[in-house]
Each structure stands twice: as structure tokens, then as C-alpha cells.
């Protein structure tokens, strides 16, 4: 997952420090899937060709989680641009597919473990959340698997265009309760104590449309 965010311009974004990049997005990486073990899911072909990092936003999160503390802790000065990929999320409850990775060539596997978890997702009827960079949403492996892109989130200053992705519950409303557009004019920190599941304040302003 590391290597996935770093061959981005979200990497570059997240981390502008070159010499500290990837050292960097390891260790978000590495707190991430800690996380998901204790508090989500993670979810992995049986040779680790692709991995999907879920969390169910159906109740606050455990208290004392350190979610914010623990970014600021291993990321230093980067660590609110990390909280911005959590920063902002659908209002209705949901499953969020807060990290997904498939080593290249492997997307055969990639879609085969998305369907199984789709699997899951649908059993509950409820829909599912994640985002993607890029200028093409549509043309992504998600928008096949039935996400349809939603409010963008524009990263200032200099950064990407991160899509918010929606899959509606099967049989179900359409209906996300995302803004059409957010623009951060400034990064986003949690407060300590919030996990993934719950949505930190942003700092700065916040444009929404």
C-alpha cells in the first residue's frame, strides 16, 4: 500500500519531503492496518497480491483510540495532510474502504477480492465508501464494481483532485449525504481520542458546494 500511494501525486502531496517520503508512508501504512486489526478489517488475497482496509462507520469509535495523537506521534509536520484523507464522509451509515492496494498486473485479483467483500457489504444492506485520485474516476477499477463518483475534494495547495466513491446499498437510495465539492484550504487534524470512523474537524476554511 505504501508503494501504491508513493508512485502517485498524492504521495507527493502528502509528503512533500522527498527524502522522508517513503519512510513516511510506511509508517501511515503500518498504523493504518494495526488499526484496522483491532478496530476494522483487513482483507487479502491468499498470496497477499492485493489488500482492502475496511471500517464499518455504524457507531462512534472506541474511546481512547489516540487516532490524532498517534498520526501527529509517527508523522511529525505531515500528519495533517494524512488526516485529511479521513477528514470528510458520508453521514449515513456505511462501510469505508479506507485503503486499497493490488501489486501491478494484478487485477484479476484485485477484483476478485473486491467482490468478496462486496459480498459481505451487501449481506448487511449497507453501502460503501472509499476514494480515488485522478482526473478519470470513471475509468477506475471501482467505478466498475458499481462505486459512482461523487463530491470531489480538491487538496490546496498544489495537490490532486481525490474522488469520493459511493456504492449504493443494493436496492437502495442513492442518496450519499456528501457535498458536491470540498475545497481545503488548509490540512485537516483529529482531535485525540477519534478513529477513522469518525470524522475529524477541519481547520481552516472549508469550502462546500
Known amino acids: 500500500m505504501a508503494q501504491n500511494l508513493s508512485a502517485g501525486s498524492l504521495g507527493t502531496w502528502l509528503v512533500p519531503d522527498a527524502a522522508v517520503r517513503d519512510r513516511a508512508l510506511r509508517r501511515y501504512v503500518e498504523f493504518v492496518l494495526m488499526y484496522a486489526v483491532q478496530h476494522g478489517r ?122 469520493r466513491m459511493y456504492r449504493p446499498r443494493r436496492g437502495g437510495e442513492r442518496r450519499d449525504g456528501l457535498p458536491r465539492r470540498v475545497r481545503l484550504h488548509r490540512a485537516a487534524a483529529p482531535p485525540a481520542g477519534a478513529g477513522p470512523s469518525a470524522a475529524p474537524p477541519l481547520l481552516g476554511r472549508v469550502d462546500t458546494t
Open 42 to 163: 483487513v482483507d487479502t488475497t491468499e498470496d497477499r497480491a492485493a489488500v482492502a482496509v475496511w471500517f464499518s462507520r455504524l457507531e462512534p469509535p472506541p474511546t481512547g483510540a489516540g487516532w490524532g495523537c498517534e498520526l501527529r506521534r509517527l508523522l511529525g509536520p505531515f500528519a495533517a495532510r494524512f488526516a485529511v484523507l479521513h477528514a470528510v464522509v458520508p453521514r449515513t451509515p456505511h462501510h469505508y474502504l479506507a485503503q486499497f492496494a493490488a501489486r501491478p498486473g494484478e487485477g484479476a485479483a484485485a477484483r476478485a477480492l473486491l467482490a468478496s467483500c462486496h459480498r459481505a457489504v451487501d449481506a448487511e444492506g449497507l453501502p460503501a465508501y472509499t476514494q480515488v485520485w485522478g482526473s478519470e474516476p470513471r475509468e477506475s477499477l471501482l467505478s466498475r464494481l458499481g462505486y459512482l463518483p461523487r463530491s470531489p475534494m480538491l487538496l490546496e495547495p498544489g495537490g490532486p483532485v481525490l474522488w
